[in-house]
């Protein structure tokens, strides 16, 4: 039971995050989402950092061998695998009109939740692997470790969710349209998760491997999206301070709790 609900906490934030659709009637400063997006990367750097690459090394270590090899290949293999996913997969960012990935005939809105479940996706994969790592004897990961991963990276998709339901919402789209586009764009977190943690499982001797490819992909969304659109025009330093802010609680929340 308690495993279920790790794996639909970051899930429950995003949701959360859609439904101020319900509750906000103008459209979202941007001084507050320059500091939402720079806290989100924070969180993410952080978390990539505390919760996937040191249990990952540690976890070589105490597997023998090299020590190094596994964060380093499965660190290289999760930027491949999201720079993949972001050249094939047809997506739209919410600071610029021109599509990404493959053409289409998608709708933007549509385009607008692809962007965000691409963002999504290695945050699932980074909760199931340290779920796995949680569930299996001898890996150093504790059942509480995974829960602040979970809670860390909750906290930081409810700002998320907003930032994906509002612009829906001012752009046309109703608010029970805006916020269920909110809520799909975070349902393949707790589907990554589930396949991660199942392959995770099978195999104990890549699970180190597969903590540092979660560990990349968080990174690749942190330098490919989350960090260019914070820092674009004015009020830069907001979303710089939003990082600062988010690293740090995630840092805490790992150290302390984990």
């Known amino acids: ?93 919410l600071d610029n009109d021109k599509p990404e990935g493959v053409k289409s005939e998608l709708q933007k809105s549509t385009m607008l939740m692809l962007a965000v479940t691409l963002h999504n996706l290695p945050e699932g994969m980074a909760v199931g692997v340290t779920l796995a790592g ?49 809520v799909l764009s975070g349902a393949v977190e707790p589907l990554g998760a589930l396949l991660t943690l199942a392959l995770a499982e099978q195999v104990t001797a890549v699970l180190p491997y597969m903590l540092a490819l979660a560990a990349g992909a968080m990174i690749y969304v942190v330098v490919e999206e989350l960090i260019p659109e914070s820092q674009a025009g004015e009020h830069s330093n907001i979303a710089t301070v939003g990082v600062a802010v988010g690293f740090v609680l995630m840092m805490i929340l790992d150290v302390a709790l984990g």
Not at 25 to 40: I, N, P, T, V, Y
Not at 171 to 182: E, L, T
């Open 1 to 93: 039971m308690e495993e279920a609900f790790v794996l639909i906490i970051p899930f429950l934030g995003t949701a959360l995050g859609a439904a101020m659709v319900f509750f906000m009637k103008r459209q979202m400063s941007s001084r507050l989402q320059k500091l939402l997006l720079g806290f989100a990367a924070g969180v993410m750097i952080a978390a990539s950092v505390w919760s996937l690459l040191i249990p990952a090394i540690e976890m070589a270590r105490e597997q023998g061998g090299n020590i190094w090899l596994p964060a380093a290949a499965g660190f290289l293999l999760g930027m491949g695998f999201l720079l993949l996913l972001d050249t094939l997969v047809p997506h739209m960012h």
């Open 134 to 182: 949680a569930m299996l004897d001898r890996t150093g990961i504790s059942m509480a470790g995974a829960m602040v991963l979970a809670i860390g990276i909750a906290i930081q998709n409810f700002p998320e969710g907003a930032i994906i339901s509002m612009p829906m919402r001012n752009a046309g789209s109703s608010r029970p349209r805006a916020f269920w586009y909110g």
